[in-house]
Structure formats: C-alpha cells, structure tokens
C-alpha cells in the first residue's frame, strides 16, 4: 500500500512540474465555496491535498496497528479506505491542475 502512496504523489508532483509554466498565479481549489473569487486558492495550496492525503493515510495505518492489529476484516477495510483514499485524491490534484492550465 505504501508503494501505491508513493506513486500517487510523484504522479502529483510529475503533474505539478509538467504544467508549472502555464499555471496562473491562482487555483480554483474550495469548490465547497460559491463561484467566483471565493474558490480561489494560491497556486501553492494546492499541496494541501497530497500533505492531507499522507496524513490520513498515516493516521489510518496508526489506528489500524493501535487497535485493530491482527483483525483481517478491519485490515482489509482499512486497506480499501487507504486505496479510495490515494486514487481519489491523486485524481483531484491531476484534474485540478489539467483544467486550469
């Protein structure tokens, strides 16, 4: 799982470097707010979503080894969450950064 965490942030990073060029000095990143200025982040927040990525993914395995260690169900749960957890926010940073640039 570990190698699957590592993946997704240099293809983050990757994706990041590739379109640094062209990326305006502003992101749409709290699409939670009403359009306009209001989801407008820093292009540098953007590293907001791989630093949560790794710490849930952190906080995750840390719950999993402090109170469920040897249940194969929960391991097998948490394994799943963790994977949902990479793919889906490795998708949002990808996405984010093709369509702003």
Known sequence: MLNLLITGNIAMIVTFFIRLKTLPPQVPLFYSRP???????????????P???????????????????GN??????????????????TFIFIRIILLIT
């Open 35 to 49: 359009w306009g200025e209001n989801q407008l982040a820093d292009t540098w927040m953007v590293f907001l979503i």
């Open 51 to 69: 630093v949560l990525l790794d710490f849930l993914f952190i906080v995750n395995n840390w719950l999993y080894n402090k109170f469920f260690n």
């Open 72 to 89: 194969q169900l929960i391991k097998s749960i948490f394994g799943f969450l963790n994977m949902l957890l990479i793919v889906g926010f």
